[in-house]
């Protein structure tokens, strides 16, 4: 596969030139190779230090694929049934509404649990120790359910974090512990975690957002919350996210590394529900029709950043783009640069 470097480099400078972009960072891979990293503008617009290959950004909800990964595993490992009930791993969970006592593992995974979304993740006030997330879902008592778990989809953040619990439960290890162990370490995933307040603040890219007279400014808070990890604080960079979309390319395994069995991706990639007329939710992957091939991904924002990450399996192609504005349009540039390189490859044969 050929990069159109220049193009894809005019394209994304005019995209964040429009959209106020302060920093931005693109990475392509093709059958296992890292074919383009850059980082465009600033980490941070007031010390203007530049984005780089390396530059560590908050990806967001990007992290519900680990959480599904997770739970996969512990299925290939008899300790866990996504067809069972939540409660029967979680006793201690409970909402106002008594269906929930029917909500199983799978539409949590699936957004189908009927569970709503989170209304104040409180990153003004984060709270980091161990406890947090058991705490958390231990709080929900009066919450009411949208509807009856299986009927619809409703994106839940809060269905997340109560999965992440449940790793931690069954596995008898922390969720940040078990995700380090048992996906990060085996794929060599030295710059990406979820506790994201043990870093050194400045390798990290600074959220944005633009304030009362639509003029970008640094924000005051990083959305860091550890009762909302699993659904949304992992920090990563390209180079790790690229070894994350080989192993799902190669469909689990990475050199001698394998996270899940390949017989897995058939449950994973299977479609559950339909979001819209062009995509459907599997068990957490969004998998979205653009033109004519199937993107599987998942996007993610969070007060003053915005990520967009997709594999294509059929041309072994991934794809990430990470911006430190909330309001950045990272699908839309994202599937720009996937045109100009399908487009490339298209006139070569």
């Not at 995209?15 to 850059?38: A, N, R, T, W």
């Not at 694929?65 to 997770?70: H, I, K, S």
């Not at 653009?290 to 998942?298: A, C, E, M, P, V």
Request: charged share 25%; with cysteine.
């Amino acid at each position: 596969m050929k990069i159109n470097r220049q193009e894809i480099e005019r394209y994304v400078e005019k995209m964040m030139f429009y959209y106020d972009i302060p920093g931005l960072c693109v990475g392509i891979s093709h059958e296992g190779q890292l074919k383009y990293e850059m980082g465009f503008g600033y980490k941070n617009i007031e010390t203007k230090e530049k984005v780089d290959e390396h530059t560590i950004f908050h990806i967001a909800s990007v992290a519900k694929l680990f959480v599904g990964t997770a739970i996969m595993q512990l299925v290939e490992r008899g300790l866990l049934d996504i067809d069972h009930p939540v409660v029967e791993y979680l006793p201690y969970f409970k909402v106002k509404d008594s269906r929930y006592k029917k909500i199983t593992v799978k539409q949590m995974l699936s957004h189908t649990s009927g569970m709503p979304d989170v209304e104040d993740y409180e990153w003004d006030h984060p709270q980091t120790d161990e406890a947090a997330l058991e705490r958390y879902v231990k709080s929900l008592e009066e919450l009411t359910l949208l509807w009856e778990p299986g009927e619809k989809f409703s994106y839940s953040n809060i269905a997340y974090d109560i999965l992440g619990h449940l790793i931690a439960k069954v596995s008898g290890v922390s969720f940040e512990e078990y995700i380090e162990n048992n996906i990060f370490k085996p794929l060599n995933m030295i710059n990406s975690t979820f506790l994201s307040f043990n870093r050194d603040i400045n390798e990290i890219a600074s959220p944005h957002i633009k304030d009362s007279d639509k003029h970008v400014v640094v924000s005051k808070v990083f959305p860091y919350n550890r009762i909302h990890g699993p659904s949304s604080t992992l920090t990563s960079d390209i180079k790790d996210m690229h070894l994350w979309a080989f192993a799902n390319l190669n469909l689990g395994t990475l050199k001698d590394s394998r996270i899940i069995e390949e017989s897995t991706y058939k449950l994973i990639w299977h479609p559950i529900m339909p979001i819209n007329e062009k995509e459907q939710i599997g068990l957490s992957w969004f998998m979205r029709a653009y033109k004519s091939r199937t993107l599987f991904g998942h996007e993610g924002s969070d007060i003053g950043f915005r990520s967009s990450f997709a594999i294509v399996p059929e041309n072994k192609v991934s794809i990430s783009v990470y911006a430190n504005l909330q309001s950045a349009p990272t699908r839309r540039i994202q599937q720009g640069i996937l045109d100009i390189i399908f487009r490339e490859c298209e006139s070569k044969e």
